[in-house]
């Protein structure tokens, strides 16, 4: 058996996608209904700069199918500040805004970090401390995401593997890529597009990163990528892959082509 993979893109209102993604016909107010229906998930980007409501929530739940899942990126005053364990207060005030108006439609909860930000074992321990593991009866996932070359050793990658979470790979230019498993999903955020690709990726690029989800939903861990720590045995794991920032109006392109390369 292997696990579920999704793919998807960062957010569904953006004006250049209305006509490369978004076909002549489809209103303003139905890009949603329209790009859950093209892709299997999405990654909600707004909750990063301000407080969503929770009759948001309840619209995006209702609006998409039964099957389709939302990641929800943290509010930036849960991760920006200098000491991460006295989060609390942020982490509680972001998880009560209505993010269980999503039901099960709730995916992994993305926690993304300054790129200035080093690695404090003991201040980022507390922190994962302070990420419940669930909401009301609903289980929570959780992902981070580091963007300081610090986090790029086996202790970190063992932190986290103790408290459940998972690591984002990132595929950028900018900021490291970290490819080990550390929970029961993958979560792979690809920042490369380019306006030169058809799909946004070249056509060898998204066969290996299709190659790669299967492996990881599989319980394997693709053997082209290298390790910090060994590796970590499961049975199978879900594996979430966004097309992120890059060439932004390609990533729609990108994700569909994955989609059928998975099937």
């Known amino acids: 058996m292997s696990g579920a993979i999704r793919v998807g893109i960062g957010g569904w209102t953006f004006e250049p996608w209305r006509g490369p993604f978004y076909t002549a016909g489809v209103r303003q107010a139905d890009e949603l209904k329209f ?6 998930a999405i990654e909600i980007n707004g909750t990063y700069y301000s407080t969503q409501k929770a009759t948001s929530f ?3 739940h209702d609006e998409t199918p039964d099957d389709f899942i939302f990641s929800v990126k943290a509010n930036r ?15 509680d005030h972001f998880i009560g805004s209505g993010l269980d108006e999503l039901k099960t439609k ?4 993305l926690w993304q970090f300054m790129p200035t930000k080093k690695f404090d074992p003991e201040d980022f321990e507390g922190f994962l401390t302070l990420l419940p593991k669930k909401l009301g009866a609903l289980p929570m996932r ?3 995401e580091v963007r300081h070359e610090s986090f790029v050793n086996a202790d970190f990658v063992t932190l986290v593997r103790k408290y459940g979470a998972a690591i984002v790979l990132a595929d950028s230019d900018d900021h490291p890529l970290i490819a080990d498993p550390s929970t029961d999903f993958v979560y792979l955020r690809l920042q490369k597009s380019q306006e030169k690709h058809a799909d946004g990726y070249a056509p060898a690029a998204l066969k290996t990163w299709a190659a ?3 492996a990881w939903a599989g319980g394997a861990t693709p053997d082209d990528l290298l390790l910090l720590a060994p590796a970590a045995s499961a ?3 879900d594996v979430f892959v966004f097309f992120i920032s890059g060439d932004k109006v390609k990533n729609p392109a990108a994700a569909q082509a994955v989609i059928k390369l998975i099937k």
């Open 106 to 109: 709730l995916g992994p909860i």
């Open 35 to 40: 790009a859950s229906r093209a892709v299997t």
């Open 77 to 91: 005053f849960c991760t920006n500040r200098r000491e991460l364990s006295g989060a609390k207060d942020s982490i």
């Open 142 to 144: 959780h992902v981070v």
């Open 58 to 60: 309840r619209k995006w």
């Open 235 to 237: 049975k199978k794991r």
């Open 212 to 214: 790669r989800a299967k």
